[in-house]
């Protein structure tokens, strides 16, 4: 088994990772986790090579600073939760919701207020403990993240947001986990937003798991801009039941190196999965997201649509992964991924991987790599825009075909802003 | 008054498979000021659009002798997007189709990339002026949602660069071929778009392979161009002595040795049935 030669687990990482009064059971988990993680490889990803990227050089003595910046503070209005490294500023929900059983708080209330709860879905469904070394280290770590529960036949309106900040303002270590559970026919939408504060090089690790029991539906955005100097690894995976559906809509908009593993398992009949990514990525910085949905129950449908843009001396790897497995009849698989080069130094690559075991399937791919059209920029210029603003334009335009499908218009617009902003800044230093 | 002068301009192309360059444009002399219409006509493949694009500054055509100005400053070393907020619009023969950018989301970029920064134009009066003009062009407003050119008909990307026109209101504008593709009634539409513009801060030049555009927009001069330079300048008159002798007549009676294409020697300036509009 390959091993990388950036692990240093100290067990001393393993203590200070444990929340105040944590209960046996999850300090059970974290222990079996830690035991595997040495002996487990790290994940392989298509054409993706991250091994030497400093993914698990934590901070041995990682500290907790609880000053909570202004401009932090300031958006907390905005959110439902709110956290600055291992610390929660706030966690809310409406009393209707609560009246009607919404389970809501940050993983160290629920590991001991909802036990069973959380116990029942936390590393059993969606994410397993020791499928890879990066797993094995978030369970075993965690530090921050949310448990969301939406009891059966609740249907939640308004989108319930979380604003989770990596704390970089000295060595600190970010290992998040968030469980998000939709029990028989509810509904919720969630968006999450990754955001990080101060200069210091750290790693971080997010991985969210989203569990959608039968005929419920889970809406899942996700807006992620950690810094330049954070190693990132994400992992993002819907465990989808009999009639469920959950919509990804996510924005890789990170500044430093990233590695992001987005899956959905279509376990139950009649389960829908619709994965939308955009990623951009600029500078020097690396970002690969390998996005897989496997087909297991019979008339499952998963649909993958990627859209990235690469300026300056960047490079983005998007893998699609379709998998159908035997016995999964009549069900559906398409992907489509489409890089979009600004610049003649950056390194695209848009790979379908289709690995089929069923005949009774409609299964479909696209992927290209390209640059921008000189004559729609210089018919777009021909009008007066500067070429800066034509290039925004055309991107804006690429990208469309993600950015429209988003069902929330404040997510929407969001994402548009920080995508603008991230392409001026690539583009200052063309 | 403005003035836009061409001055003995050489024009190469390089051909991307020979690596070799060809001189398109041999000469080409013109001066345009702001409220005259000016008419060039010309058998396919004479330099036209070579002409209409190098003033532009489209980047694949290169000036190797003469001058393009706008009131005394050469505009050569000026970008395209710089020109085109020095008061230049080119409608083009061939407009590009981008997806994802809405025709209306475009027009209004293109205002306010003239506009400063704390002066954009309002919501309001961008589509009030949307509106007025549509109208004048028989478009619909749905049109102007729709994705830039995207799947747009001929004759209805023809409409949208005189609807861009309009809403962008240069000082020069130079229509290339901006009649063919177009049934007369469409023909008529466009004609009134570009009349409507008529005012002593505006100068056309249109570009026109056919004597029938000028019969909806007058000309004040007509210039013929064969092989890469000006042959003949006149009044709106030239335009219907060449619709009697044709361009091999012209050519014969010049004493020019100007290669041309089939449909130009028989042609009859009368051409009509290309439209798909
Ligand atoms: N971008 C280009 N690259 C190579 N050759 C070109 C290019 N544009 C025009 N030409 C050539 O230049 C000549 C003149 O073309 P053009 O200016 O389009 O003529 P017109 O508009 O009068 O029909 C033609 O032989 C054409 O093939
Ligand atoms: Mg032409």
Same mark, same amino acid.
């Given at each position: 088994?390959?091993?990388?030669?950036?692990?240093?687990?100290?067990?001393?990482?393993?203590?200070?990772?444990?929340?105040?009064?944590?209960?046996?059971?999850?300090?059970?988990?974290?222990?079996?986790?830690?035991?595997?993680?040495?002996?487990?490889?790290?994940?392989?990803?298509?054409?993706?090579?991250?091994?030497?990227?400093?993914?698990?050089?934590?901070?041995?003595?990682?500290?907790?600073?609880?000053?909570?910046?202004?401009?932090?503070?300031?958006?907390?209005?905005?959110?439902?939760?709110?956290?600055?490294?291992?610390?929660?500023?706030?966690?809310?929900?409406?009393?209707?919701?609560?009246?009607?059983?919404?389970?809501?708080?940050?993983?160290?209330?629920?590991?001991?207020?909802?036990?069973?709860?959380?116990?029942?879905?936390?590393?059993?469904?969606?994410?397993?403990?020791?499928?890879?070394?990066?797993?094995?280290?978030?369970?075993?770590?965690?530090?921050?993240?949310?448990?969301?529960?939406?009891?059966?036949?609740?249907?939640?309106?308004?989108?319930?947001?979380?604003?989770?900040?990596?704390?970089?303002?000295?060595?600190?270590?970010?290992?998040?986990?968030?469980?998000?559970?939709?029990?028989?026919?509810?509904?919720?939408?969630?968006?999450?937003?990754?955001?990080?504060?101060?200069?210091?090089?750290?790693?971080?690790?997010?991985?969210?798991?989203?569990?959608?029991?039968?005929?419920?539906?889970?809406?899942?955005?996700?807006?992620?801009?950690?810094?330049?100097?954070?190693?990132?690894?994400?992992?993002?995976?819907?465990?989808?039941?009999?009639?469920?559906?959950?919509?990804?809509?996510?924005?890789?908009?990170?500044?430093?190196?990233?590695?992001?593993?987005?899956?959905?398992?279509?376990?139950?009949?009649?389960?829908?999965?619709?994965?939308?990514?955009?990623?951009?990525?600029?500078?020097?910085?690396?970002?690969?997201?390998?996005?897989?949905?496997?087909?297991?129950?019979?008339?499952?449908?998963?649909?993958?649509?990627?859209?990235?843009?690469?300026?300056?001396?960047?490079?983005?790897?998007?893998?699609?992964?379709?998998?159908?497995?035997?016995?999964?009849?009549?069900?559906?698989?398409?992907?489509?991924?489409?890089?979009?080069?600004?610049?003649?130094?950056?390194?695209?690559?848009?790979?379908?991987?289709?690995?089929?075991?069923?005949?009774?399937?409609?299964?479909?791919?696209?992927?290209?790599?390209?640059?921008?059209?000189?004559?729609?920029?210089?018919?777009?210029?021909?009008?007066?825009?500067?070429?800066?603003?034509?290039?925004?334009?055309?991107?804006?335009?690429?990208?469309?075909?993600?950015?429209?499908?988003?069902?929330?218009?404040?997510?929407?617009?969001?994402?548009?802003?920080?995508?603008?902003?991230?392409?001026?800044?690539?583009?200052?230093?063309? | 008054?403005?003035?836009?002068?061409?001055?003995?301009?050489?024009?190469?192309?390089?051909?991307?498979?020979?690596?070799? =360059?060809?001189?398109?444009? /041999?000469? +080409? *002399?013109?001066?345009?000021?702001? #409220?005259?219409?000016? &008419?060039?006509?010309? $058998?396919?493949?004479?330099?036209?659009?070579?002409?209409?694009?190098?003033?532009?500054?489209?980047?694949?055509?290169?000036?190797?002798?003469?001058?393009?100005?706008?009131?005394? =400053?050469?505009?050569?070393? /000026?970008? +395209? *997007?710089?020109?085109?907020?020095? #008061?230049?619009?080119? &409608?083009?023969?061939? $407009?590009?189709?981008?997806?994802?950018?809405?025709?209306?989301?475009?027009?209004?970029?293109?205002?306010?990339?003239?506009?400063?920064?704390?002066?954009?134009?309002?919501?309001?009066?961008?589509?009030?002026?949307?509106?007025?003009?549509?109208?004048?062009?028989?478009?619909?407003?749905?049109?102007?949602?729709?994705?830039?050119?995207?799947?747009?008909?001929?004759?209805?990307?023809?409409?949208?660069?005189?609807?861009?026109?309009?809403?962008?209101?240069?000082?020069?504008?130079?229509?290339?071929?901006?009649?063919?593709?177009?049934?007369?009634?469409?023909?008529?539409?466009?004609?009134?778009?570009?009349?409507?513009?008529?005012?002593?801060?505006?100068?056309?030049?249109?570009?026109?392979?056919?004597?029938?555009?000028?019969?909806?927009?007058?000309?004040?001069?007509?210039?013929?161009?064969?092989?890469?330079?000006?042959?003949?300048?006149?009044?709106?008159?030239?335009?219907?002595?060449?619709?009697?002798?044709?361009?091999?007549?012209?050519?014969?009676?010049?004493?020019?040795?100007?290669?041309?294409?089939?449909?130009?020697?028989?042609?009859?300036?009368?051409?009509?049935?290309?439209?798909?509009?």
């Amino acid at each position: 088994m390959p091993k990388s030669a950036v692990l240093a687990l100290d067990p001393v990482l393993l203590s200070a990772a444990k929340f105040d009064d944590e209960p046996q059971w999850l300090t059970d988990l974290r222990q079996s986790s830690w035991d595997k993680a040495k002996e487990l490889a790290l994940p392989e990803f298509a054409k993706i090579n991250y091994r030497h990227w400093p993914l698990l050089e934590f901070a041995q003595d990682g500290q907790t600073n609880t000053n909570i910046p202004d401009d932090i503070q300031a958006e907390t209005e905005s959110y439902n939760f709110v956290s600055v490294g291992k610390t929660t500023v706030k966690s809310a929900i409406p009393d209707d919701l609560v009246k009607q059983g919404v389970v809501f708080c940050d993983l160290q209330t629920a590991a001991k207020k909802h036990a069973e709860l959380l116990s029942k879905y936390l590393f059993t469904k969606a994410i397993k403990p020791d499928e890879d070394r990066l797993t094995a280290v978030n369970a075993s770590l965690m530090d921050s993240g949310v448990f969301l529960y939406v009891p059966h036949d609740v249907s939640i309106k308004e989108p319930i947001s979380l604003l989770q900040v990596q704390d970089s303002r000295q060595k600190t270590n970010f290992v998040n986990h968030n469980v998000i559970v939709t029990d028989d026919n509810s509904s919720v939408q969630v968006l999450q937003r990754t955001e990080t504060i101060g200069d210091a090089e750290n790693p971080a690790s997010v991985a969210v798991e989203v569990i959608s029991g039968p005929g419920s539906h889970i809406k899942f955005s996700s807006l992620d801009s950690l810094s330049e100097k954070t190693n990132a690894y994400f992992n993002r995976r819907g465990h989808l039941e009999k009639d469920s559906e959950i919509d990804w809509t996510m924005g890789v908009l990170n500044d430093g190196n990233t590695i992001a593993d987005f899956d959905s398992d279509l376990k139950g009949t009649g389960s829908h999965a619709e994965v939308q990514t955009v990623a951009i990525s600029t500078g020097k910085q690396t970002q690969g997201i390998d996005t897989s949905v496997t087909n297991y129950g019979k008339h499952s449908e998963g649909n993958i649509l990627q859209r990235g843009v690469l300026l300056e001396k960047s490079a983005l790897v998007f893998n699609g992964v379709g998998k159908i497995i035997h016995g999964a009849h009549g069900s559906k698989a398409q992907q489509e991924n489409r890089i979009l080069m600004l610049s003649p130094e950056a390194r695209g690559d848009a790979n379908p991987i289709l690995l089929i075991d069923e005949n009774d399937v409609i299964a479909g791919h696209a992927a290209s790599v390209g640059r921008v059209d000189q004559k729609q920029l210089y018919y777009l210029m021909s009008r007066g825009l500067t070429k800066e603003v034509a290039q925004r334009l055309v991107i804006l335009g690429f990208l469309g075909v993600v950015l429209t499908e988003i069902p929330i218009a404040a997510v929407r617009n969001q994402m548009i802003a920080m995508i603008e902003r991230k392409l001026i800044n690539g583009q200052r230093t063309e | 008054m403005s003035t836009l002068k061409v001055t003995d301009l050489h024009v190469s192309v390089t051909d991307e498979e020979e690596k070799t =360059e060809r001189e398109i444009l /041999k000469g +080409v *002399d013109l001066t345009i000021n702001t #409220g005259e219409t000016h &008419a060039i006509m010309g $058998p396919n493949g004479t330099g036209k659009s070579t002409l209409s694009e190098t003033i532009m500054g489209n980047p694949n055509y290169i000036v190797t002798q003469g001058d393009v100005t706008i009131d005394g =400053e050469s505009i050569l070393g /000026k970008p +395209v *997007d710089e020109r085109a907020r020095l #008061g230049l619009f080119l &409608a083009m023969q061939y $407009p590009a189709e981008i997806k994802g950018i809405t025709n209306a989301e475009f027009m209004r970029a293109a205002i306010n990339s003239r506009r400063a920064d704390d002066d954009q134009i309002s919501i309001r009066s961008f589509l009030k002026e949307l509106d007025k003009n549509i109208k004048t062009l028989n478009m619909t407003e749905e049109m102007t949602e729709r994705y830039l050119n995207e799947g747009f008909s001929g004759g209805e990307k023809k409409r949208n660069e005189i609807l861009q026109l309009m809403m962008i209101k240069p000082k020069f504008a130079i229509l290339d071929e901006i009649d063919s593709g177009l049934d007369i009634d469409a023909l008529q539409v466009v004609a009134q778009g570009v009349n409507e513009m008529a005012s002593p801060d505006f100068g056309t030049l249109m570009i026109t392979h056919y004597q029938r555009l000028l019969n909806y927009i007058h000309p004040d001069q007509v210039h013929v161009m064969m092989d890469g330079r000006i042959v003949k300048t006149g009044d709106a008159s030239l335009a219907e002595e060449l619709e009697e002798k044709g361009y091999a007549g012209l050519r014969d009676e010049l004493g020019i040795d100007a290669n041309l294409v089939d449909d130009d020697v028989d042609q009859t300036a009368d051409a009509t049935g290309n439209g798909d509009d």
